[in-house]
C-alpha cells in the first residue's frame, strides 16, 4: 500500500466518521506503537512464545537479570546482574517497574518492604530490579495461565508484608 492511498483511506475513513480533522499516517503509526508498547507488546516481541520457556528464570537469564557474584579466593565482591541478555529487555522491564512503583499500590508497597524491611534492606536500584524478577514471573503466569492480575494476591503470597500494608 503506497503512501498516497494510504491518505485516500483514512480520508474515507475520516469522512464516514464525520471527523473534520487532519491526521497524517505517520501520526496514526506513533499512536499504534504507543497503544502496543503500553499493552506490552515488546516484551513479548523480545521474549517470543511463553510456551517455550519451563520457568521465568529462562526469561530472567535471557534478560540478563541473574545476579552473580564477584568473588577471587577469600574476597568476596558484590552482587550484581550479569547484564549478559538482551539490553532492550532489560531497559523494558526496567522502565515498566519504574512506572509500577510510582502507579501502582502493589507494587509501591513491595518496593517499600523492600527498602525498609529490617533483615537485609536492598538499595533502591537493588529494589527495581528485584521488581523486574517479580514482573517478569508475573507476565509468565499471566501469558501461560490466562488469569487477570489481582494486586490483593501478590500481596498475600509474600511473608512479613501485612506489616507493610
Avoid at 10 to 26: T, V
Avoid at 68 to 96: D, Q
Avoid at 126 to 133: F, G, K, R, Y
Amino acid at each position: 500500500m503506497s503512501i498516497a492511498h494510504m491518505r485516500f483511506v483514512i480520508k474515507q475513513i475520516f469522512k464516514r466518521a464525520n471527523i473534520n480533522k487532519c491526521i497524517h499516517p505517520h501520526q496514526l503509526r506513533h499512536s499504534y506503537a504507543t497503544t502496543l508498547i503500553n499493552n506490552g507488546a515488546g516484551f513479548f516481541a523480545e521474549v517470543g512464545n511463553l510456551s517455550e520457556y519451563n520457568h521465568p528464570r529462562q526469561i530472567t537469564k535471557l534478560a540478563g537479570l541473574s545476579l552473580k557474584e564477584n568473588t577471587s579466593g577469600k574476597h568476596k565482591g558484590r552482587t550484581r546482574i550479569t547484564k549478559r541478555g538482551r539490553k532492550k529487555l532489560r531497559a523494558l522491564l526496567f522502565r515498566a517497574s519504574m512506572i509500577l512503583v510510582a502507579k501502582n499500590k502493589a507494587f509501591k508497597a513491595l518496593h517499600h518492604y523492600y527498602t525498609t524491611r529490617p533483615d537485609n534492606p536492598l538499595k533502591k536500584m537493588q529494589s527495581l530490579i528485584a521488581l523486574c524478577n517479580k514482573l517478569i514471573r508475573i507476565l509468565c503466569s499471566i501469558g501461560k495461565k490466562q488469569f487477570v492480575f489481582q494486586e490483593e494476591k501478590m500481596l498475600k503470597d509474600i511473608p512479613h508484608m501485612h506489616a507493610f500494608i
